[in-house]
C-alpha cells in the first residue's frame, strides 16, 4: 500500500499538528481535508498513532518535565489511592453473587446506547431501563425464569420476581418456584400463576395479555390459557387470542461460529465450528462436517473499477495453475472467497442461464451458482450457511441477496435474504485478519473467464468483520424432506455493495432427537 | 437502594484503564488536534471513567465504552472552550470519532510494525528521534532562540516520520501478500 501522492498537503498539515505548530488557516485546511476524503482520515489517524508510539517507545529514556507530565503524577497518584481502596475493598466484601438476571440468547438484538453491546452471558442490571432497539433478546433470571423481548422494547429488571416493561412485546415463562413472578407495565401488572403469558404494552403503556400455558393474573382476574385482554385504565376488555403476534420463541438462526486467528494477530483467519438453531434445537457441527460446495456458474458485468472480485490470502492462486474458485470452495479460511458475484433488482422466477462459453444469443444470468457436493436435506430452520466479510463502514445488517433454486419447478421460489443472523454490530461476529482484494480487470460473463481473466490487487485495510447467515430451503417453497442439489445467489443491486461470500456449506441432515 | 459505586472493584477499573489508556488518548488526540487540550480532556475523561466505572458492562468492550464517556466529554470541551481556540465541526467530529474507535483496535499491529522499522534507520536518524520524543523541549526551546534551526529540525522530522509511516503500511500491508 502506498499512500496517495495528493496526501503530501494532509502530511505537511498533520505533521504540524504533532510538532504543535499548527496555525489557525493550517487548522481551517487540514478540517476541509477530513470531511472529503475517508482515506485522509486513516492516514491522520495513522500518522498520530506513529507519533504517539515514538512517543512511547522513546518514553522508557524521558525524564519527565514537572509541568507537562503533571497528568501522569495524577493519573498515578488517583491509582495508588485506588488501589489502597481495592486492598480495602477485597478486605471487607465477600465475592460477587450470581446476578439477578443475564441475557441468555440474542437474535440481532440491538441495545441503544453507543458502544453498548451486550454479549451473551453478560448481566443484565437491575433497575437499569435497557432500550432494545431490534432483534430479540432472550432473558435469564437466576430464579430459572426466561423473558423474551422484541425490539423495538424498553425494559428493566427490577429484582428476582419482578420484570418491568414500558414498552413493546415480551413472553415470559416461569420456572417451577417462581409462581408469582411478575411483569409490571405502566398501567397494570400481571402476575403469574402458571407458566406462560405474552405481554405487549403500547407507547401510551395500554397493556395486551394473552395466556398461553397456567394461568396469570391481572389485577385480581385470573386468565387461564386462550385468554386474550387488553388494559387501559381501569376495567380489561377482551381481545382475539394469537400467540403468534408474540415472540413466543427464539428464531432458527446461526447463533455463533468460532474461528482460528491468524499467527500473530488477532484477526480471524480459520473458521473452525459453528452453531444454528434448526427447528428449536440449538446444534453445533465442526467445519468437516458440513457439506461442502462447488462453483458452476459466476457472471458479473459491472464495470471496470468497481468491485469486481475475489479475495486471497496471498497471490493469485491462478499464477500458479491453481483455481480461484477453489478459494471459496476448498477451504475454511474466511480471508478467501469468491465475492461480488453480481445480480438483479428482481430475483429469478425461471432457470437461470450457466452456459459456458455464453451463449451471445442467449445471455448468462448474472449472478453465482454453487452445487452442494452431496445434496442438503430441507429441515427446519437453516439448511445452508453463509459466511460474508463485511467492512463496518458498510450496511450493518449485512448485503442483501437473493437465492433461488437452479431448477425451478411448480411451488419453487426465489427468496432474498435482508439481513444477516450476525451483523457487524453483534459481538458475535468476529474481526476478519487483513487480507488482500484482488480485481478483475474485465467483466467475467461465465466460469472460464472467472479462472482466466486478468487480477489486479490491493491490500484491503478497511476493519471487516465475518457475518453470518442461515437459509432455510423452505424458504425457496422445498417441502420438508426434500434433497436439494444447489443454489443460485444474486445480489440485490441496492447499492454499490455486493455479497462477499468468503465461505458457503450446507448442514448435515438432521438426525432425529 | 445500595450507593452506586458498589457493584465492581476497583481493582478491575485499573485493569482496564490501564489497558486502554493508551489508546484512549490517541482518540482524544484525534479529535483535539491541539495535544494541552487532548490532556486536559482526557484527565476529565479519567476521572468520569471511574466515577462511572460501575454503569459499564464487562461483557461489553471497555475501550468502547470509554471512548462513548470520552466523546461527550469533547463536546463539553469543545462548547464551554473559547472561540479562538482550534476545534473540528460536529459532523467532522462525529465521523472522526466513529472511524477511530473501529481503526484503533489495528493499532498494535500498525506498532509492532514501527518498531520493526525503527530497527533500519541510521544513527542520525536515532538521535533525530532521541531530540524529539526524549529530550521533547529541545527543540520546542531552540525554536525561541533559533526559528530557522528548528524548522530545518522539524523538516527532517517530517520526513523521518513519513518514512516510517510508509514503511509500517508496508509491513502491516504485507501480511495479506506479496505487494
Redesign the interface.
Known sequence: MTRPDGHAELMDLVAAVVNGTLTPTQHERLQELLVADPDARRLYFDYLDLHLALGQIHAAGRVPRAQRRLGRWIAAAAAAVLFCGALLFFMTRASKPEPVAVLLQSASARFYGAGEFLRVGAEIVPLREYPLKAGRAELRFRNGVTAIMEGPAVFEVRDDMHLRVNFGKCSVHVAPGAEGFAVETPLTKIVDRGTRFAVDVDEAGETEVQVVEGKAEVQGVVLTPGAGKRYSVGEGRDVPYDQRRFPMEMPDRVVRYTTAPRKGSTGAETLTGLTVRRGGRELTYAVPELIGIEVIHFKNLLKNGKFIATVTDGPDPALSGGSRTALLEEDANINTGVINPGGSVTPLATDPVMNDPEDPQRPNTPGMAVRFRKPVINHAGPDVVLFDFQPVIQPEYGDPFHVSPLHFAPGLRSHTVTRFDLGTFSPEAQIIAGFRLNQLEGPVRCLSELRTTPLRGTNFTVTSKLLAVGIDLSDLGYPPGAAVDGIFIQDVLDDGNQVDPVFLAGLPPLVKP | ?EPAAV?K???A??KEFALH??RL??YL??LL???PDA?DV??RT??IL?QKFD?W?????FL??A??VA?YEVRNFIRVASR?R?R??E??LE??SK?????L???????AA??EC?KKLDQGERDL??R??????S??ELAARDGRAAQTL?NR??LL??R???C???R????????
Open positions: 437502594m457493584g472493584p476497583p481493582e477499573f485499573l489508556h493508551d488518548f490517541a488526540f484525534s488536534p491541539h495535544r490532556e482526557f484527565q479519567s476521572l471511574w454503569q458492562d464487562p461483557a461489553s468492550d468502547a465504552w471512548c462513548g466523546f479562538d482550534l473540528f465541526g459532523g467532522l465521523t472522526l472511524e477511530r474507535t473501529a481503526a483496535k489495528q493499532r498494535d499491529d500498525r506498532v514501527l518498531q525503527l528521534l532521541q524529539a520524543y526524549v529530550d521533547e523541549e527543540i520546542r522539524y522530522l517530517n516520520r513519513k516510517l509511516l510508509e509500517s503500511d508496508l502491516v500491508g504485507l501480511q495479506g501478500g506479496k505487494a
